[in-house]
């Protein structure tokens, strides 16, 4: 792959590895909250997040993008090392759930069964409470993993909130964090406001205009207006949203 193509998409690569991680935390969330509930985990949709080698599921191109990214820019500071490092922990700790979890699913009800099979012998019958002493520390391992998982994605959020001031200028990523601000919200929850000013430091408008201008050169003249109406709320006197203003209103008045 060319180092200068991957240069030129530098912007889209940093913002598709936000917006990828902000549905995983969703999906992660969601499946632990599940689990917590009931006792169990939903090998189905784990298996769909992470895939396979030929059918790569969204956790495994998370993993992949993330060290394509940080592996062909060497003048990246170690935040993105850590970055690369924590997704690929959690990628290799969710193989290890999926396959607790085929346990939990499959064989643990079998073994719970075959225990109180009244036609085994008493030799078979200390095997199975031999092996049922093994498998049962399933949900333990369960546990942990989803312990562990969890820790990195909360360190992930910090991590992000240390590389993403590179890349204040990515009118992409304001862009995305404007268009999915609730779930950006939801997921860096209460180091949302952090983040915020990690990127655009004392002029959170900024966002809201860079979202605007990426907009507006997209043809989404309607939706720029809007975003960028956000930015006049925040500082109305700033003269680049006022410059951004009178942009978006000869585009308004040519359509």
């Not at 942990?144 to 993403?164: A, M, S």
Request: glycine share 4%; hydrophobic share 40%; net charge negative.
């Amino acid at each position: 792959m060319s180092t200068n193509w991957l240069f030129s998409k530098k912007n889209e690569f940093v913002t598709d590895l936000l917006r990828n991680f902000c549905i995983i935390q969703k999906i992660l969330s969601r499946l632990f909250d599940q689990y917590y509930k009931s006792g169990q985990i939903d090998f189905d949709e784990l298996a769909d997040l992470l895939g396979q080698e030929m059918n790569q599921g969204r956790l495994w191109r998370l993993k992949d993008s993330a060290h394509l990214l940080f592996s062909k820019f060497p003048d990246q500071d170690i935040t993105g090392q850590f970055l690369d490092w924590s997704i690929g922990y959690i990628f290799h700790e969710c193989m290890k759930l999926k396959e607790d979890a085929y346990q939990m699913q499959n064989y643990v009800p079998w073994f719970e069964s075959i225990r109180e099979d009244i036609n085994l012998n008493k030799a078979e019958r200390d095997i199975a409470q031999s092996l049922f002493q093994l498998i049962s520390q399933t949900r333990e391992s369960i546990r942990r993993e989803i312990e562990r998982i969890n820790f990195i994605l909360d360190k992930c959020k910090t991590i992000f909130i240390n590389f993403l001031p590179h890349q204040r200028d990515n009118f992409l990523l304001a862009r995305f964090i404007y268009d999915q601000n609730a779930m950006v919200q939801e997921v860096f929850n209460d180091y949302y406001q952090e983040l915020i000013k990690a990127i655009y430091g004392n002029s959170p408008e900024d966002l809201y205009l860079f979202a605007a201008q990426s907009l507006r050169q997209g043809g989404w003249i309607k939706k720029a207006e809007q975003a960028l109406q956000e930015a006049i709320s925040c500082n109305p006197y700033n003269p680049n949203v006022l410059k951004e203003k009178k942009i978006i209103a000869n585009q308004l008045t040519k359509s």
